[in-house]
């Protein structure tokens, strides 16, 4: 099972962009997943999670003005970021949990996927 993060890139104050974070493999079930951001310089934190029955959670700095959803049959995550900040660039990462099928049989998971850069320019 793998994580695999797109849809980052440059974007105007205001702008808006829509990163998805889709899982290869078998899944039997996702618990939580999330989005997490790094600045530079700065420690990793918590943008939006989402539950297995679709309850969300997000960081007072996106609140109202991000959107956090999920697709299971498509096995893919959505964050859709609206009026973007200079304060909102950042390296994006998404974050699973759940149980897959792994080296040959089910067993439960944690995955980060590899980051994707969102660049908002003032």
């Known amino acids: 099972v793998q994580l695999q993060a797109s849809g980052g890139g440059l974007a105007k104050t205001g702008g808006s962009l829509r990163l998805s974070c889709t899982a290869s493999g078998i899944i039997v079930s996702f618990n939580v997943m999330g989005w997490y951001r790094q600045a530079p310089g700065k420690q990793r934190e918590l943008v939006a999670l989402?539950?297995?029955?679709?309850?969300?959670n997000y960081a007072d700095s996106v609140k109202g003005r991000f959107t956090i959803s999920r697709d299971n049959a498509k096995q893919t995550m959505y964050v859709q970021m609206n009026s973007l900040k200079p304060e909102d660039t950042a390296v994006y990462y998404c974050n699973a949990e759940g149980r897959g099928f792994i080296s040959g049989r089910t067993q439960n998971f944690k995955l980060w996927g590899q980051g994707t850069q969102v660049t908002v320019s003032s």
């Open positions: 989402i539950t297995s029955d679709g309850n969300t």
